[in-house]
């Protein structure tokens, strides 16, 4: 067969199944419309205020490593989990759109990690800071938020966990995001000479090996956010800014210099927020805040009984209390979930030997 021909066999093939993943896909969201009538009968039936919560975390979760679980190949499991959030995303929007606070402008990291998360159909919001990311959930102007918590080389994002000493939200989901920083330029900055490099204060400390080896003699301004510095790169083509591709994509901007980030594992964790607890998804963390009174061997009390049950730490971090002096919070997360028998009687535990215990959610692991 000539090769023209056998291209358009393959591709009489592939026509042939689209039409099976259209009609596959269609009767997909037309079950995930039955499920919404399901819960708006349960919601009217319980007597509820407000709408019922259609996005269900710890299902999508299931969902998600189910396929990746069974996936025969030749796509990578990576690839096929992203194309049914995506799928998962568009059958939530025919239930219900949802709203999703992210700390902006439009273009930050946050953005990206929110849509990671809540795929394409969801709708985001840009919010100027981290604690307007909570108040939009809190007071219900947003259905769910996504805040930035930690970065592999910079640490715990300080904000964030004091937002929470405060907030009665819960956490209901955890976004991991390789962080890939480029020196960005206005497309008529690119033959001019740089004057001033611009990047969110964490973003210039993760690429300061680099600064210094390039670029050691311009002037470098911390901005509210990578978003930010995008915008001032556009607006003045002497300045540069260190962002990422969707920054570069909203202010077309082009990269002088890619991936300029001095680790190559730069990661940054975000954490969804929710004002409802999510159920276990087979494959959990949970998060607290707790507070010991400051005598010989507390921080040991309130970690013995997790090595006593032998639950692993993910991650543990202290923030000043801001209510005494040289009296401190602790932010644990650990594996599992707080309706398991383990964990309530760690938390059990806990409650008698500390002044202040708030369970911040338990939530899916990152299932991509
Ligand atoms: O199973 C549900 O509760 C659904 O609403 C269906 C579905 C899906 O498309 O699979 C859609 C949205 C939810 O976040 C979880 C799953």
Redesign the pocket.
Known sequence: MASDEQLADIRRRIDAIDNQLLALINQ?ASC?QE??EI?LEAARRDGAQSKPV????E??AQ?LRAIQDRNPGPLPSDYVARIFRE??SS??AL?QPLTVAYLGPPGTFSQLAARKQFGQSALPEAHSSIRTVFRQVEDRHCDFGVVPVENSTEGMVGQTLDCFLESPLQIVGEVELPIVHHLLVSGSGANQPIDLICGHEQALAQCRTWLDGHFADVPREACSSNGEAARRAQQDGGVAAIAGDLAAETYGLVALHEAIQDSAYNTTRFLVLGREAVPPSGADKSSILVSSRNRPGALLSLLRPFEDAGVSLTRIDSRPSKTEKWTYVFYIEFEGHFADKVIAQIMGELEEHSILLKRLGSFPKAPI
């Not at 259609?54 to 975390?57: I, L, S």
């Open positions: 997909r995930a499920v919404a819960k259609f996005y269900r975390p299902r999508e969902v799928v998962m059958c939530l239930e």
